[in-house]
Every structure is written in structure tokens, then in C-alpha cells.
């Protein structure tokens, strides 16, 4: 069975730092990762995805991932914090079975300290 | 831009009250989703539709139901609301497809049941 783990519930880092969110999986055969942000009293909005090629993947608001297939990780980051980049972050996997659909970590916040 | 909105960002009801939380997307998606998100659990599926009609549960359907009349219709119905009911709602479209297509997320509805 397809599943995401997120094993910090909250991650705290200066304004200007590099960020890391950390995300595990476990999935049989090639998985699908999704990152998505939720915004306070917003809904999730989509950031980045790995489907295949470059293990580093680019998204929205300079976040990127990385796919390390070895260590089975998704982990999200971005080179320099902005206050503006404090929210819930979500990781999602592709289960093999319905209609596209995903199975979400549980959530991690990250708050970025002026 | 994809667009899915829900009919209500907040809502309080009383307990045994049947609860209608809707849903419609702008994208001609076939796939649609309900979630429930819950602090320390993440998202998690209540039930999902692939068609018209169509409607299969998800991890946590019980005390739920659905109901597509329009492919950019999805209702949720709680037929009985209870205290454990008492979330926040999320809906979510995508495409159908058998690559890693992403989920377009609503606002949300903040449910409070009394």
C-alpha cells in the first residue's frame, strides 16, 4: 500500500536560511510525489510534482524537491526562507487505485522567524 | 485558471440536522473528491467520483454520502450530523488520466456541529 510519512510536525527557520521539509515514502512500483501549501483558512494549492526524469524538481515560489529513490525521501526546499513561506505543508503519493487518487502526510508547519 | 469553489466557507449546524456542503469546478475535470482535514491527521478521503453519476468511497466514508447529477457537481450529504463531524471540508478536482495529474483544491467549508 502507497503511503507518506512527514516525521516533523513543525519546523522553524530563520528569514534568509535555507529550508528543508521532509517527506518519506512508501509506495510498489513508481511513485507519483506531490507537494502542496495551505495558506490559513485557504485550501491546499499544488506546488510541485515527480513523475519521472530529474530527481530535482522546480516549482512554484522557488521551492524545489528532490527525488532520492535509495532513501525513498521527497523532501522540500527552497535555498533562502521568506516570513511569506509560513504555512501547512502537505506530501501526497499516488495510491495505485481510484482516480488519481492521493494519499496525504499528515502535515507539516513551517514558520518562517523575521 | 482552474477554479473550484464550495458553497460555504463557514458553517454551524446542530446535531441530527442533514448537512449539504457543495461543490463545482470550472475545468471540465472528470475526477472529483471529497476530503476531510483534521488537525494531526492530514487529509483524508471521504469519497471520490470519476464520472457523471459514478461514486466510489474513500478511507473514511462512513456517516457520508455523495451525489453527481453534473460532471462539475459534487455534493457531500451528511444525513445525520454528528459532533465528530465537526471539520473542515475540502473538494478537488483533477483529470483523468493515467499520468500524475495534480488536484485542484476549493477553499474550503469550516463545519461546526453543535
Known amino acids: 500500500a502507497q503511503s507518506v510519512a512527514q516525521p516533523e510536525d513543525q519546523v522553524n527557520v530563520a528569514e534568509g536560511n535555507p529550508l528543508t521539509v521532509k517527506c518519506t515514502y512508501s509506495?510498489?512500483?513508481?511513485?507519483?510525489l506531490f507537494w502542496y501549501v495551505q495558506y490559513p483558512n485557504r485550501g491546499l494549492q499544488f506546488l510541485l510534482k515527480?513523475?519521472?526524469?530529474?530527481?530535482l524538481v522546480k516549482g512554484s515560489y522557488g521551492f524545489e524537491a528532490e527525488f532520492n529513490k535509495s532513501q525513498t525521501s521527497f523532501h522540500l526546499k527552497k535555498p533562502s526562507a521568506l516570513v511569506s513561506d509560513s504555512a501547512l505543508y502537505f506530501c501526497?503519493?499516488?495510491?495505485?487505485?481510484?482516480?488519481?487518487?492521493?494519499?496525504f502526510g499528515t502535515g507539516t508547519r513551517l514558520t518562517v522567524i523575521p | 485558471d482552474v477554479k473550484v469553489t464550495q458553497s460555504s466557507r463557514y458553517l454551524v449546524k446542530r446535531t441530527g440536522e442533514k448537512v449539504f456542503l457543495e461543490c463545482v469546478q470550472d475545468?471540465?475535470?472528470?475526477?472529483m473528491f471529497w476530503y476531510r482535514q483534521d488537525p494531526g491527521l492530514g487529509l483524508r478521503l471521504i469519497y471520490f467520483?470519476?464520472?457523471?453519476?459514478?461514486?466510489e468511497k474513500g478511507d473514511i466514508p462512513e456517516g457520508y454520502s455523495v451525489s453527481r447529477e453534473k460532471k462539475e457537481r459534487f455534493s457531500l450529504i451528511l444525513e445525520s450530523a454528528s459532533t465528530n463531524q465537526t471539520s473542515m471540508y475540502l473538494c478537488?478536482?483533477?483529470?483523468?488520466?493515467?499520468?500524475?495529474?495534480?488536484?485542484?483544491f476549493g477553499p474550503g467549508t469550516r463545519l461546526t456541529v453543535l
Open positions: 478537488a478536482s483533477s483529470l483523468l488520466s493515467l499520468r500524475g495529474h495534480e488536484q485542484f
Open positions: 509506495v510498489s512500483g513508481n511513485p507519483y
Open positions: 515527480y513523475i519521472t526524469g530529474d530527481n
Open positions: 501526497a503519493v499516488r495510491v495505485l487505485r481510484g482516480a488519481n487518487n492521493l494519499f
Open positions: 475545468m471540465d475535470h472528470e475526477n
Open positions: 467520483s470519476y464520472d457523471v453519476k459514478m461514486k
